[in-house]
């Protein structure tokens, strides 16, 4: 079996044409490894090998990013590529911008695999770590050997088509994306194990850092509720019986609408909950205390409120995506919203 | 409280004229079990069956998964206030099938019972394809009541578990491990140099199906309070529950709790483990606010330097979680809290429906939205109809060639939030 085909983007200075100083020169293809390139030749074995590098000086490519990328590409789709490596940049920023950008280029373009490695804090980073797999490095090129061991493991990987792990598994900058991994210890003993070094004032690793919460402000208060259009919204899973949608248990994929017109209560008999994440024996003895359309009818009747909205919105709120349940309530309340509905009564379970 | 706990190593389990154990063999006299179980009239008919390691059987809907024991001396029996007469366990000796379960399932409760596969990709998500497990298939009486019906297959299966617990009592262990707590003063006297650690275990009581029982006591009604922690070992907490198969802790993991076991493992070492505190999971808001007061208070009454937080179930206890969290770290005692996560199946969402900068040391059991292709198998035990309907499955995820495509959280145990799994997510 011949050898994978890999190209190498370095700087001016890896490239040891300069430093700043030389930092204006333009994209140029050399053939072979070079720099930093020569070390990943012994970690490929026979199973990859770099054919050409291409090289472009930090200022360059930064102020003239738009023909920095089109050069490269050209020169790199010649060199017919089965893999694109990217750096190491580790803390350069100039430098770690340019590797995020020209491998998300890459990935784009010639639909190949591609990897960069940075220090975490490169600000390159932050703004490619979703698009691309960047090796977490030191900060310096005294992490060169260990950046290299890391990011030619992981382009091994890619070469043979094994899937990739969790990034604490192949040594990535997390992407936002929670991918599962089996721990050598089990859950206890990693806790227990935790709670030693966090009581020794010892540096820990948390498994999830804290997210940073959407908070939704209260909106103002209906001005006047008594001639208000309400609609009833629910994640308590409440539909017709038989769940017609059939909206799941757990994990919603979707929601449903279903038309109040002459329904002055919800009966027994025809509606019930498909959420699985309570015991739904109150819920099927009187759908009404989850979705209170006969309060709604009552207060229509007494007028308290002008309308109840001929349309209730349902899905299970069990285990279901935040990013499901954005899109259910950014698409209903358009509707919402052309029909005039004022305010919306939201219950969960 | 010093318990003995003697292990009887079980290799194989088969049916037998006699219920006995031999050369770590249990044989299993079916009708004894059935006649047991149907003395129960809710019970109409009850198939006992079994699998093993490696088998291609499934399993499903499981119910709740229990280890066989029994206690061979010192105070009150199995299972207290439940099946055994109320008494304090927790000391003495117990000896232990180790290698043995027994697996309740049948006609579906609720939508939260989970899926065993004893061989194949589903196998590891599981502990219990680990074990030689006897299975029953319980079917109840038509027209009983859903929480009727859990009760039922609940005790159906404790008494099965003291039934073959039985057979051990006068076998001699084949290894044995001895856990002991002291009082509040003695134990700081014996260990005065190591961090005082405590563990605060969440118990799951949402409501009718979520729930779990202390020496009979529903979980729902009690404030928190201190244990011994071997007091669990003899099966002082039982699951009564019906969330999600992932993360609820059948009473098999209550049993054999990681956290107690791998916090022992450390005493006296490391550390020196005080105390287990139990709190519960209500649903009112008062309730919350209630029990998080109440554990942060104990855990500053007993002086605690650190704390391993657990809880049971997800959505609406994580509020419980962050609360406990917030209030004991403010008492100044480190805490590491354990939980599970609901990433969605592309895992780009947030993990958690509350959370709070004080839990900035977590351990999680993994994205239970994960989704998996589970082969298909020669043998069900139990039946596929409700692979659709339990929680982490959907409509049509069954296919012709017999794979069945699920969330993992329809995995029995698979994300474990008492650290008893591997699994974990970054």
């Not at chain 1, 932050?126 to 992490?143: E, L, P, Q």
């Not at chain 2, 699951?239 to 009473?251: E, I, L, R």
Request: aromatic letters at 8%; charged letters at 25%; a negative charge.
């Amino acid at each position: 079996m011949s050898k994978k085909r890999v190209v190498h983007y370095i700087n001016q200075f890896f490239a040891q044409i300069g430093g700043e100083e030389m930092a204006h020169v333009k994209p140029e293809y050399r053939e072979g490894p070079l720099g930093p390139g020569l070390a990943f030749g012994p970690a490929f074995g026979d199973h990859a090998e770099i054919v050409g590098t291409v090289i472009c000086g930090d200022s360059y490519f930064n102020e003239n990013m738009e023909e920095a990328k089109a050069e490269l590409l050209k020169m790199i789709k010649a060199a017919k590529p089965d893999l694109f490596i990217a750096g190491p940049a580790f803390n350069a920023g100039r430098y770690g911008v340019a590797c995020g950008a020209i491998s998300e280029a890459v990935k784009n373009e010639l639909g190949i695999p591609v990897l960069t490695g940075m220090y975490e804090e490169n600000p390159g980073a932050d703004m490619f770590k979703s698009a691309v797999y960047i090796v977490s490095t030191r900060n310096s090129a005294v992490g060169m050997r260990d950046a290299v061991k890391k990011m030619s493991a992981l382009a091994l990987k890619m070469l043979k088509d094994e899937p990739i792990g969790a990034s604490s598994e192949d040594h990535y900058i997390p992407q936002g994306i929670r991918v599962n991994l089996f721990e050598k210890d089990r859950g206890s003993k990693r806790a227990v194990d935790m709670l030693l070094k966090k009581l020794k004032d010892q540096p820990y690793v948390t498994e999830y850092p804290m997210p940073a919460f959407d908070r939704v402000d209260p909106q103002p208060a209906v001005k006047d509720i008594r001639s208000a259009k309400i609609a009833l919204v629910t994640s308590g899973g409440i539909v017709p019986k038989g769940n017609p949608d059939h909206i799941e248990s757990s994990s919603a994929t979707k929601y449903g609408r279903y038309d109040l017109e002459g329904v002055n209560y919800l009966s027994k008999n025809r509606y019930a909950t498909a959420h699985g994440g309570y015991d739904p024996s109150y819920a099927n003895e009187d759908p009404d205390r989850v979705v209170p359309v006969d309060m709604m009818r009552e207060f229509e009747k007494e007028e308290k409120i002008g309308s109840l909205y001929r349309y209730f919105f349902s899905t299970v709120g069990n285990g279901t995506a935040v990013k499901n349940a954005k899109a259910f309530a950014e698409e209903f309340s358009k509707e919402l919203i052309e029909e005039n509905v004022q305010a919306v009564i939201l219950t969960s379970t | 409280m010093r318990l003995e706990l003697g292990y009887i190593h079980i290799t194989d389990i088969r049916f037998g004229d006699a219920s006995k154990v031999e050369d770590g063999v249990l044989y299993v006299n079916a009708e004894e079990v059935e006649a047991l179980v149907l003395r129960d009239e809710r019970i109409t008919s009850v198939k006992v069956d079994m699998a093993r390691p490696g088998e291609s059987v499934r399993i499903t809907p499981v119910k709740d998964v229990i280890e066989p024991r029994v206690k061979v001396e010192g105070p009150g029996g199995m299972f207290p206030g439940v099946i055994s007469p109320v008494d304090t366990v927790g000391s003495g000796k117990t000896h232990v099938l180790k290698g043995a379960a027994v697996v309740t399932t049948g006609t579906i409760v609720g939508f939260q019972e989970g899926i065993l596969d004893m061989s194949g990709v589903g196998a590891d998500y599981t502990p219990f394809s680990k074990t030689n497990n006897l299975v029953l298939v319980i079917i109840p009486r038509k027209g009983l009541g859903s929480h009727e019906h859990e009760h039922a297959v609940r005790e159906a299966g404790l008494k099965t578990a003291v039934y073959l617990g039985e057979l051990a009592r006068e076998l001699t262990p084949d290894s044995t491990e001895v856990f002991e707590t002291l009082p509040l003063t003695e134990g700081v006297k014996q260990f005065p140099d190591l961090p005082r650690v405590g563990y605060v275990q969440m118990l799951q009581s949402q409501g009718l199906l979520h729930d779990t029982y202390v020496y009979g006591v529903d979980a729902k009604r009690i404030l928190p309070t201190l244990m011994s922690p071997t007091e669990v070992m003899d099966g002082a907490i039982i699951s009564g529950n019906c969330v999600s198969a992932c993360d609820k802790n059948p009473t098999y993991v209550h049993q054999n709790n990681p956290i107690v076991h791998d916090l022992f493992a450390r005493h006296g070492k490391d550390l020196n483990f005080a105390a287990m505190i139990i709190t519960n999971e209500n649903v009112y808001l008062a309730d919350k606010i209630r029990s998080s007061d109440w554990t942060s208070n104990l855990c500053a009454f007993l002086s605690l330097d650190g704390v391993i937080i657990s809880e049971e179930g997800f959505g609406n206890p994580d509020t419980d979680l962050m609360m406990n969290c917030r209030k004991i770290t403010d008492k100044g005692i480190k805490t590491v809290v354990i939980t599970d996560e609901y990433a969605g199946q592309d895992g780009a969402s947030q993990s958690l429906a509350d959370a709070h900068e004080s839990a900035d040391a977590l351990v999680t059991g993994g994205n239970a939205n994960q989704v998996v292709t589970l082969p298909r198998m020669d043998k069900i035990i139990g039946s596929e109809e409700y692979v659709g309907i339990i929680a982490g499955g959907w409509d049509q995820n069954k296919h012709e060639d017999g794979t069945i495509t699920v969330e993992i959280q329809a995995i029995t145990g698979a994300t474990s939030e008492v650290g008893f799994a591997h699994l974990s997510a970054r």
